[in-house]
């Protein structure tokens, strides 16, 4: 993948966890965020925003890429409704916290 992004890969990581294992969606999201901020005091690169890019170059890809984006945070969110309606309120709490 040319350009990967944490949020895409939080919304992946979520939707797998919300439909896997819902009661453990929130600690996924948790370990997730963790694991970005402990690489962004790590790595060199962390530390600084990158250099922005011609908005031209790239409008095609970035423009699919948000249509993609929305699609996956849609699913996100309505299978987390549904998956609140038939659990525990702890569980209902964690899917909260991983989905926004």
């Known amino acids: 993948m040319r350009h990967c992004t944490p949020c895409a890969c939080l919304?992946?990581?979520s939707l797998v966890g919300?439909?896997?294992?819902?009661?453990?969606?929130?600690v996924f999201t948790l370990v997730f965020w963790?694991?970005?901020a402990l690489l962004e005091v790590v790595l060199p690169g962390g530390?600084?925003?990158?250099?922005?890019i011609d908005a031209q170059a790239n409008s095609?890809?970035?423009?699919?890429?948000?249509?993609?984006?929305v699609v996956m945070q849609l699913t996100?969110?309505?299978?987390?409704a549904y998956?609140?309606?038939?659990?525990?309120?702890l569980t209902a709490l964690g899917l909260t916290f991983a989905v926004g």
């Open 60 to 69: 095609s890809y970035f423009r699919w890429i948000l249509r993609i984006f």
């Open 83 to 89: 998956t609140i309606v038939h659990s525990s309120w």
């Open 11 to 13: 919304t992946c990581v």
């Open 47 to 52: 530390k600084t925003s990158p250099a922005a």
């Open 18 to 26: 919300v439909v896997v294992m819902p009661h453990l969606s929130g």
């Open 34 to 36: 963790s694991g970005i």
């Open 76 to 80: 996100l969110i309505d299978v987390a």
